[in-house]
Nanobody, 121 residues
Framework: QVKILESGGGLVQAGDSLRLSCTAS????????LGWFRQTPGNEQDFLAA????????FYADSVKGRFTISRDNGKNAVDLQMNNLRPEDTAMYYCAAGFTSGNILRGMHWGQGVQVTVSS
């Protein structure tokens, strides 16, 4: 069974940076793509970014291109999401997921519990 564990959420001010981290362990975790989604109350999860198992292919939602960067440490099977120039509208619960990419987004199969990111204006 794949286990996902996130860390790094918090409260920041607009314009600040924040780095989210996630480790995926167990089962076939090392062969899966890893990525990040976010969700605000009453809304569906939005795909943000993903990286394949070999860390050679990257996928980003248009809404975060240029501000968010995903990276992967295959030794630890960990993925980070570096978020720069944060805006109040980035406030959400952020989820790490493991799965397969299709159509330039991640199809999450295994999910973490989520971390809260709050950006104050």
């Amino acid at each position: 069974q794949v286990k996902i564990l996130e860390s790094g959420g918090g409260l920041v001010q607009a314009g600040d940076s924040l780095r989210l981290s996630c480790t995926a362990s167990g089962g076939i975790a090392r062969s899966l793509s890893l990525g990040w989604f976010r969700q605000t109350p009453g809304n569906e999860q939005d795909f943000l970014a993903a990286i394949d198992s070999s860390a050679s292919k990257y996928f980003y939602a248009d809404s975060v291109k240029g501000r968010f960067t995903i990276s992967r440490d295959n030794g630890k099977n960990a993925v980070d999401l570096q978020m720069n120039n944060l805006r109040p509208e980035d406030t959400a619960m952020y989820y790490c997921a493991a799965g397969f990419t299709s159509g330039n987004i991640l199809r999450g199969m295994h999910w973490g519990q989520g971390v809260q990111v709050t950006v104050s204006s």
